[in-house]
């Protein structure tokens, strides 16, 4: 299983980029996914999450600019930044918690390979 992230880029301050992230092949089925961001030398940190009910979770830094959805036939995840600042320049990384298995199911977390988001003035 992996996860493959797409849609970083360049963009100016108060753009909008959005973010897709797919899981395959051979997922059972998918618990939580998210997003979580990562600037060089400081620690990775959450940005939003959305479990398999679509109840969502999102960093107050990226409230009310931030989306985050899924789609759940297609194993994927997408965060939708609107309004984008500088302090959003990150490298974006999915995450997800994957069922695998076919006899015996197991619960199993994955990340994605990150996709570089940067935000000029």
């Known amino acids: 299983v992996q996860l493959q992230a797409s849609g970083g880029g360049l963009v100016q301050s108060g753009g909008s980029l959005r973010l897709s992230c797919a899981a395959g092949?051979?997922?059972?089925?998918?618990?939580?996914m998210g997003w979580y961001r990562q600037v060089l030398g400081n620690q990775r940190e959450l940005v939003a999450t959305i479990d398999r009910d679509f109840k969502d979770k999102i960093a107050d830094s990226v409230k009310g600019r931030f989306t985050i959805s899924r789609d759940n036939n297609k194993n994927a995840v997408y965060l939708q930044m609107n309004s984008l600042k500088p302090e959003d320049t990150a490298i974006y990384y999915c995450?997800?918690?994957?069922?695998?298995?076919?006899?015996?199911?197991?619960?199993?977390?994955?990340w994605g390979q990150g996709t570089q988001v940067t935000v000029s003035q």
């Open positions: 995450n997800a918690i994957i069922e695998v298995g076919e006899a015996i199911i197991r619960s199993y977390e994955y």
């Open positions: 092949p051979s997922v059972v089925g998918i618990n939580n």
